[in-house]
């Protein structure tokens, strides 16, 4: 089992920057493909970002492209999304998410993939 715990979220101006965390536990962690989503109100939970278990390979939505970077330290456990630019479009509670295979060859981008959910961190970017 994994458990999830995003830290991170918070209220910011239009063009600020935040950056969230997901600590993970358990000793899979590094073995695990992660992936960042997003749910706005009244809205269905949208892909953001993914990276693979070695950290070698990032996908990200069309949207947040050039202004989210996700990144993890398997050392720490932890994965990370670095948002630049932010937009009051970019409002949502931000989920991260654990791959259920290990080592997986293709990294998931739909939320029906993901086993292992945080709880959320409510982001609100303001104009």
């Known amino acids: 089992q994994v458990q999830l715990v995003e830290s991170g979220g918070g209220l910011v101006q239009a063009g600020g920057s935040l950056r969230l965390s997901c600590a993970a536990s358990g000793r899979t962690f590094s073995s695990r493909a992660m992936g960042w989503f997003r749910q706005a109100p009244g809205k269905e939970r949208e892909f953001v970002a993914a990276i693979t278990w070695s950290g070698v390979n990032t996908y990200y939505a069309d949207s947040v492209k050039g202004r989210f970077t996700i990144s993890r330290d398997n050392a720490k456990n932890t994965v990370y999304l670095q948002m630049n630019s932010l937009k009051p479009e970019d409002t949502a509670v931000y989920y991260c998410?654990?791959?259920?295979?290990?080592?997986?060859?293709?990294?998931?981008?739909?939320?029906?993939?993901?086993?292992?959910w945080g709880q959320g961190t409510q982001v609100t970017v303001s104009s």
């Open positions: 998410a654990a791959d259920p295979d290990l080592y997986g060859y293709y990294v998931p981008t739909k939320s029906s993939q993901y086993d292992y």
